[in-house]
């Protein structure tokens, strides 16, 4: 979990949204939750219906905002973009990951770490 | 694609049902997509379901989550957007007020007219009444009297004997400490002078928490006879005439002939006494000095009174209680000494109502007025608010036919209300303290010491409350009106500005409103002032005009006793009487008007004994020979002192008419006996009485004299007497030449309190006269706002009707006849209030009545002062908007103008 900026806690799960919204045109909950998946190649599975809670509180966090409109199933759907604030908070906060993950990095030294195939990974 | 600011197509209005609602769509269509995903993969219809579920997680609890995070987020938003609409609003109604001077202007004067008066008075009252007195725990502060109501005294100072018996019993006060008022010729700071000064027994400065500034306070030693004397400073005083220098602890100074030994200064902050009341009078005194009440229990008299006692109750114990034990052990008292004691008691006050109980309903009754004048002002305002709404109508209309509800109107017009009565606030609290200032800096009105303004918190509260209470009152008139407009109405009668008769009436209603109002602030102010020129002109039964007074107090050492005194007042007599411009010189130890009180129970030869506590008391004055003709005192019966009044010969009296009331049964009194002290005694001392003179103001001009006895001052000379001195011209031009004579006869006299009499009557009438001023002053601003008013609606009426009153003169009606009408017009409304107001004041001019001196509360010249004073006004009021009726009717074509 990263920690925010301003006391606001943003969970991976904020992060990866608000990257998805980033530079594109407005997309539905499962639009977002498909995308995730796509990019992650499958790696990342979110219980998805906590992908709403999260969308919830973003929106009253003032970093995205939604909007209802058809989508393309011809149904009411909420669409989400990601708001001026949100921008500059995304800056920010992926920043400041990077710079937390490529510490831990070097740490652990990548290199020696003996990367097993996608489902062998031992806890 | 960028971003794009969504915030205009985004509608921020979901209710509560609406979140919900929307959270189910959107949850829905997320698993309906899933469904029909797994579906397209080959899972049947129910597995897709299930799947759908699995991977979505708890339904419920998401949901429940979700909608908790938008019901925050809906009323921190529904917040926002109301602060946001209502800074619209005060923005809105500044540019309104921008646009309209003429009433912004009008409107915040008024306001802040009636604001900043009640501020004033308001501070005032903080001043004296609300503002605890600066010692530690005031409220624990009582003063103690000793009473003996038989003899009509409910009130007196203590007896020192009875002082100590009460100090040492008492258990319900833990401490007790007795004052002494007192003057004192000094010697060694700065130039010979006369100060004011207190005793006090050493408990004082425990009592009220004082801390000294430099040097020690007085302890119990300090106290005992035979200690050394010693004194405190004031800091005001040290200040002055010492320069503050440190060094003046341990330094001797003389106090009426003794050494003292000054052993420190007393902080700025210190003032003790507050001021008390005693016979009715405040004595308002500021001691430079303190000394140390020496108290010796083998001379105390059981009998005499003169000690004031201050006193701390112990913790947890109430008044009440403290008056029952004071009671209990009086009853000892009595049983122990019966002569003495016999019917007196003891009682406490708490010492700041008792030093305030005589100004506070002064200051209830001037907030009274000045919140009258409050409330023209409100209505005058609220008229005001009722004429521009009539011509806002059209953007009323407007707005509210594209959606702004009713509430929001009314919430707008509210604002706009506010925001007045915050700049009229603001705009009075700056008079308020600007006048508060002038006023005790210049003090033109002659303002009473006790009457200061204290500005503080509480009066910045005050105010605001006020304001906010103002606002409200003259903003809900207009608001409900307009609340009650009806709609289509008022888009049919698109530009035309004729008003509705109800809105018309309303601001009749509350011109009658406040112009009954104004009467009763007038009348109680003809009443005042009839009250206070009455005072003014009441005889003081002599006559005070040109008579200087000079008070002088010789020193013991050089003038032990009687002998010496008498001589040396008889020789400056008879030097003054040289003088050019002097007509005569009289030399008394009281005079009118000095607070020089000294009395004794007397008892007439034939009269028989008094009950023990009941003797009937009586002022002595020792006075010479001259005094009468001084003053020009008429003389009743028999004579006044003459030269055959020698210090051998028998002693006399002269008693004025209150004696002769208060000892009745006697065929006339001269020639008769009197005694004034031991009546039980084989021998008491007679005194023959030669002479009856007529009662004389000695302290007030509202009361009349008490029973007095005038001693011979050649049998009954003092140290401290006054010289009086009546002049044929202005008696102060004499005044440096005749306290050069003294000086000449002793250079080390000193002078104290010269000046004429009537300085000192004047004195007196202070706080009448405060009062009186206060009155005119907010009587005029009523009337001049109640003038405004009533000219207000006439002149609107007028303009409504020039139109009409156009085409009538056109048609032939004399002008005339339209001035007749408008002027019916007013005058119906005028009398209407004033006879409103005539029932009001009738109703409350009785709480007036305690301060009407010869005046009764319906007194008729007041009344029909009051009537005729408003009557004027409002005629003037409706004529100017009359004769502007007529002057269209002289050119009626400008208004048929179409």
New interface residues.
């Given amino acids: 979990m990263g920690s925010g900026n301003a006391g606001r806690l943003y969970g991976t799960l904020e992060l990866l949204i608000m990257n998805t919204l980033r530079g594109v045109e407005p997309m539905h909950g499962l639009s977002i939750a498909r995308e995730i998946e796509n990019l992650s190649s499958d790696v990342l599975q979110i219980e998805e219906g906590a992908l709403y809670p999260a969308l919830h509180r973003l929106v009253a966090q003032g970093l995205i905002e939604g909007e209802w409109r058809m989508s393309e199933k011809r149904r009411r759907a909420r669409f989400y973009i990601l708001t001026k604030a949100g921008e500059k908070a995304l800056q920010a906060e992926l920043g400041e990951w990077l710079v937390h993950t490529r510490a831990v990095l070097d740490v652990l030294d990548v290199a020696a770490i003996d990367l097993k195939p996608v489902g062998e990974v031992s806890r | ?4 600011d ?2 205009r ?2 509608r921020l209005d979901f209710s509560r049902h609406h979140l919900k609602q ?1 959270l189910d ?3 829905t ?2 698993l ?3 469904i ?1 995903e797994f579906r397209a993969s080959g899972m049947s219809p129910d597995e897709a379901r299930l799947e759908a579920n699995r ?5 419920e ?2 949901q429940a ?2 909608h908790d ?2 019901s ?2 809906l009323k ?1 938003r529904q917040r926002r957007e109301y602060v946001r609409s209502v800074i619209g609003d005060i923005r809105f109604t500044l540019r309104n007020l921008r646009r309209s001077p003429a009433f912004s202007l009008v409107a915040v004067l008024t306001l802040a007219l009636g604001i900043g008066g009640t501020t004033a008075i308001f501070s005032i009252f903080n001043g004296v009444i609300l503002r605890p007195l600066p010692y530690h725990e005031p409220d624990r502060l009582v003063v103690v009297w000793e009473s003996s109501p038989q003899i009509g005294y409910p009130r007196l100072p203590f007896s020192e004997p009875d002082f100590i018996d009460y100090r040492e019993q008492s258990r319900t006060l833990a401490q007790v400490a007795g004052i002494g008022f007192n003057s004192y010729d000094v010697l060694g700071i700065g130039d010979p002078q006369r100060v004011q000064g207190t005793q006090t027994t050493p408990e004082l400065f425990g009592m009220l928490g004082a801390e000294p500034e430099l040097g020690r306070l007085f302890i119990a030693e300090d106290g005992l006879p035979g200690a050394e004397p010693v004194a405190l400073l004031e800091y005001g005083w040290w200040q002055d005439e010492l320069d503050a220098d440190p060094a003046v602890v341990g330094t001797s100074i003389d106090l009426n002939g003794r050494s003292h030994t000054v052993i420190g200064v007393m902080p700025e902050a210190f003032q003790f006494p507050p001021p008390i009341t005693f016979l009715g009078q405040m004595l308002n005194f500021e001691p430079r000095i303190w000394t140390a009440y020496v108290i010796d229990p083998e001379e105390g008299v059981r009998d005499q009174y003169g000690m004031f006692v201050i006193a701390r109750m112990a913790d947890d114990v109430t008044i009440d209680q403290v008056n029952v034990e004071l009671g209990s052990i009086a009853a000892r008292l009595a049983a122990e000494y019966p002569e003495e004691k016999e019917g007196v008691t003891a009682l406490v006050e708490p010492v700041h109502r008792h030093s305030v109980e005589q100004i506070r309903l002064a200051l209830w009754i001037l907030l009274g007025a000045v919140a009258f004048v409050l409330l023209i002002a409100c209505v005058n305002v609220a008229n005001l608010l009722l004429a521009r709404a009539g011509t806002r109508r059209r953007e009323i209309a407007i707005r509210m036919s594209v959606g702004a509800g009713r509430g929001r109107l009314v919430r707008q017009l509210l604002i706009e209300s506010m925001v007045l009565a915050a700049i009229g606030g603001v705009l009075g609290m700056v008079i308020a303290v600007v006048g508060a200032e002038t006023l005790t800096r210049l003090n033109p009105i002659d303002l009473p010491a006790m009457f200061q303004p204290q500005l503080d918190i509480r009066v910045l509260v005050f105010t605001v409350g006020v304001t906010l209470l103002t606002g409200i009152l003259f903003g809900l008139t207009p608001a409900l009106q307009t609340a009650r407009s009806d709609l289509n109405a008022l888009i049919r009668e698109g530009g035309r500005s004729t008003e509705g008769p109800g809105r018309q009436r309303t601001r009749q209603l509350l011109v009658i409103f406040e112009t009954a109002i104004t009467l009763v602030l007038l009348t109680a102010t003809g009443l005042m002032i009839r009250s206070f020129s009455q005072l003014r002109v009441t005889d003081p039964g002599f006559n005070p005009e040109n008579v200087l007074s000079i008070g002088l107090n010789l020193p013991a050492q050089s003038y032990p006793d009687g002998p010496q005194q008498l001589a040396f007042y008889t020789s400056i007599a008879e030097r003054f009487r040289a003088v050019a411009g002097v007509e005569e010189v009289a030399v008394a130890t009281a005079r009118p008007f000095s607070f020089d009180i000294t009395g004794n129970g007397y008892r007439v030869d034939g009269e028989p004994p008094p009950e023990p506590g009941t003797g009937r008391i009586a002022f002595n004055r020792s006075v010479s020979a001259e005094y009468l003709e001084t003053f020009q005192i008429p003389l009743h019966a028999g004579r006044f002192f003459d030269e055959t009044d020698a210090p051998g010969s028998e002693p006399v009296v002269v008693v004025n008419e209150a004696f002769i009331r208060q000892h009745p049964g006697f065929d006339g009194m001269v020639g008769r006996r009197i005694t004034g002290s031991d009546f039980n005694a084989e021998d008491p001392n007679w005194l023959r009485v030669v002479g009856v003179v007529a009662d004389v103001h000695s302290m007030t001009l509202e009361e009349p004299d008490d029973p007095a006895v005038y001693f011979p001052f050649t049998q009954a000379a003092g140290g401290y007497a006054y010289l009086l001195v009546r002049t044929n011209g202005d008696p102060e031009t004499l005044q440096p030449t005749l306290q050069q004579l003294i000086w000449e006869v002793d250079s080390t006299l000193v002078i104290d309190g010269v000046g004429p009499v009537t300085a000192d009557i004047r004195t007196s009438l202070q706080e009448s006269r405060f009062s009186t001023v206060l009155f005119t002053i907010f009587g005029i601003m009523a009337l001049l706002l109640a003038a405004i008013g009533l000219y207000g609606v006439v002149s609107y009426s007028v303009s409504q009707m020039s139109r009409e009153i156009g085409i009538r003169i056109a048609f032939g009606a004399h002008p005339t006849v339209v001035l007749t009408g408008i002027l019916k017009q007013g005058l119906i409304l005028a009398g209407v209030g004033i006879g409103f107001g005539v029932a009001g004041a009738l109703a409350t001019t009785r709480f007036l009545q305690s301060f009407l001196i010869g005046v009764s509360a319906t007194d008729l010249s007041a009344f029909a002062a009051a009537i005729a004073v408003l009557f004027a006004a409002t005629m003037l009021a409706t004529l100017i908007p009359a004769r502007r009726a007529v002057r269209i009717g002289y050119s009626p074509a400008s208004e048929l103008q179409l």
Avoid: A
Avoid at chain 2, 1 to 4: A, I, N, T
């Fill in positions: 694609m960028s971003p794009v969504w915030k197509i985004f929307s769509d959107e949850l269509h997320h309906e997509g899933r029909e991977r979505f997680g708890d339904l609890g998401i989550e979700c995070i938008d925050v987020h921190q």
